[in-house]
């Protein structure tokens, strides 16, 4: 079975500075990746996306994400954190096809200091 | 409206009240999911829908009962909730050839009292 590990439950970083948060998975073929965010009081956004190619993503709002297999990782980055990137961070794998849900880590929670 | 909408926002009923919560995606989509947000868990996937057929039902209670009129909305009919069925329930949209896409609607914030 499937299964993504977000280590960090809380992260602070003060604004400007760089990020990275932690996903680790579990998936016995090539998975796909994703990473979401969640704005209180909202639903998911997706952030970016990995299915196969180039193993470092792009996504919006100046977010990346980089693939390294042997690590089993897919952690994400930014470069600046600006304020507004402060809410609930989420990984997930799905099985790549058919009707079938994703499976989510915990989130990891980031606050942002001034 | 664009993207998924769902309502209510907010719902509080009592543990023998009946209600529903609706969600609508605008995006030609033809798979809809509705899954539970507790706290300090992570997401769990409820049902999924495909070209409004079930396909999915996790080990979810029958209290929880599911309907898709068609492929933009999706209903969750609620009946005799417990307490610990107080959470964030968000429904999500995709296409069924690309089932791991998925859209996500703000959610229904439900508290059973």
């Known amino acids: 079975a499937q299964s993504v590990t977000q280590p960090d439950i809380h992260i602070t970083v003060s604004e400007g500075a760089s990020l990275e948060l932690r996903c680790n998975y579990s998936?016995?073929?090539?998975?796909?990746l994703f990473w979401y965010v969640q704005s209180p009081g909202q639903g998911l956004q997706l952030l970016l996306k990995?299915?196969?190619?180039?193993?470092l993503v792009q996504g919006i709002k100046g977010f990346e994400a980089e693939f390294k297999r042997s690590q089993s990782s897919f952690n994400l980055r930014k470069p600046s954190v600006h304020w507004s990137d402060a809410a609930e961070y989420f990984c997930?794998?799905?099985?790549?096809?058919?009707?079938?849900?994703?499976?989510f880590g915990k989130g990891t929670h980031l606050i942002i200091q001034p | 409206e664009t993207g998924v909408t769902q309502t209510p926002r907010h719902l509080v009923m009592g543990m023998t009240n009946k209600k529903s919560l609706k969600c609508e995606q605008h995006?030609?989509?033809?798979?809809m999911y509705w899954y539970k947000q507790s706290a300090k868990k992570p997401l769990e996937l409820m049902f999924v829908?495909?070209?409004?057929?079930?396909?999915e039902n996790n080990s979810v209670p029958s209290r929880f009962s599911p309907e898709c009129p068609n492929s933009s909305h999706l209903f969750l009919h609620l009946h005799t909730l417990q307490p610990e069925d107080s959470a964030l329930y968000l429904c999500?949209?995709?296409?069924?050839?690309?089932?791991?896409?998925?859209?996500f609607g703000p959610g229904t914030r439900l508290t059973v009292l």
């Open positions: 998936y016995g073929a090539t998975p796909y």
């Open positions: 990995y299915f196969s190619g180039d193993t």
């Open positions: 997930a794998v799905g099985n790549g096809g058919g009707a079938d849900g994703l499976t």
């Open positions: 999500a949209s995709s296409h069924v050839t690309d089932t791991d896409t998925q859209y």
């Open positions: 829908y495909s070209l409004e057929e079930r396909v």
């Open positions: 995006l030609g989509h033809n798979a």
